[in-house]
């Protein structure tokens, strides 16, 4: 059974600064890539930052040079780092996980339950 345990977020002021965590539990897996997207009300889920197994990130327009994505060494653990916050940030931000069997090329993608980030003065 895999889980996604995220941790961290909560309120931020703009210009400020939020660390978000994502841990994953469960046998029988290697890491495909892990990351965040988040959403707001009535829009469709954006990509915030992912980063693979091999270290090669990838960040959403809106956060980039911002944001900072990185990967524990068990590769278990995804860090995300947000600076220079903006109201532009507030949302709903999900762990996404997407994992692969060993000796198997297909994954399977995994969601977080959620954690509010919300950037306000």
């Known amino acids: 059974q895999v889980q996604l345990v995220e941790s961290g977020g909560g309120l931020g002021q703009p210009g400020g600064s939020l660390r978000l965590s994502c841990a994953r539990s469960?046998?029988?897996?290697?890491?495909?890539?892990m990351g965040w997207y988040r959403q707001v009300p009535g829009k469709e889920r954006e990509l915030v930052a992912v980063?693979?197994?091999?270290?090669?990130?990838n960040y959403g327009d809106s956060v980039l040079g911002r944001f900072a994505i990185s990967l524990d060494n068990a590769r278990n653990t995804i860090l995300l780092q947000m600076g220079n916050l903006k109201p532009e940030d507030t949302a709903v931000y999900y762990c996404?996980?997407?994992?692969?069997?060993?000796?198997?090329?297909?994954?399977?993608?995994?969601w977080g339950q959620g954690t509010q980030v919300t950037v306000s003065s």
């Open positions: 996404y996980a997407n994992l692969l069997r060993y000796g198997r090329s297909s994954g399977t993608v995994y």
């Open positions: 469960g046998s029988g897996f290697r890491l495909g890539e």
């Open positions: 980063i693979r197994s091999d270290g090669i990130t």
